[in-house]
């Protein structure tokens, strides 16, 4: 992993690159991936999600458009429990971007996203479903690698995000999430058009 972001790094310093323009269509796509294993209790737990997103840069430094998430994540405690989850999330967002140069810049995104979810349990061959939905707001800060005329690799290592959600017949469910440093998110963006 270290030597494609070195490798990626490089190609960007040899490319001249073009930085986003008000007027463009920002169009991008984050997948962010985990997986862990205890070998002394022999539990896994994986995670995947998929965030595309569109937008329309009104100035140079900002952007506002709709993004989307899909996800699933996987628990298995190797003792017969099995805890699945899969999530849907849709929002508008606004982001802040500064360049550092023509190759660097770096950026703050705020999301809103209504949340859906469905959570299944397997113990011992029951199975149980719980679907939740709720509001959550959150704050990624990024770096962008300009590549290639508006083309970016963009890295992020978690953030910050406050949600809401509830489940049928109970009560809301409120928490802070703080996973800066804990979460790796790539992706790649490009901006079409421009002034």
């Not at 190609?11 to 007027?23: D, E, H, I, M, V």
């Amino acid at each position: 992993m270290k030597k494609l972001v070195v490798v990626a790094i490089l190609f960007a310093g040899l490319t001249q690159a073009a930085n986003a323009q008000k007027g463009s269509i920002l169009l991008y796509g984050n997948i962010d991936a985990g997986s862990n294993k205890d070998n002394n209790v022999s539990s896994t737990n994986s995670s995947f999600d998929f965030n595309p997103g569109v937008g329309y840069q009104f100035s140079n430094n900002w952007t506002a458009g709709l993004q989307l998430a899909i996800g699933s994540s996987k628990y298995d405690n190797g003792s017969g429990t099995v805890t699945k989850n899969s999530n849907f999330n849709v929002g508008p967002f606004l982001r802040y971007s500064k360049s550092l140069g023509d190759i660097f810049s770096v950026y703050g995104q705020l999301n809103v996203d209504y949340l859906s979810s469905k959570v299944q349990n397997t113990v011992s061959s029951i199975t149980t479903s719980v679907t939740t939905s709720g509001v959550m707001a959150g704050i990624v800060p990024a770096i962008s690698i300009n590549v290639h005329k508006g083309l970016a690799l963009n890295f992020n290592v978690g953030g910050l995000s406050y949600q809401t959600t509830k489940a049928s017949g109970a009560k809301s469910v409120d928490k802070f999430v703080f996973n800066f440093g804990q979460q790796m998110g790539i992706g790649i963006s490009k901006n079409f058009g421009g002034k």
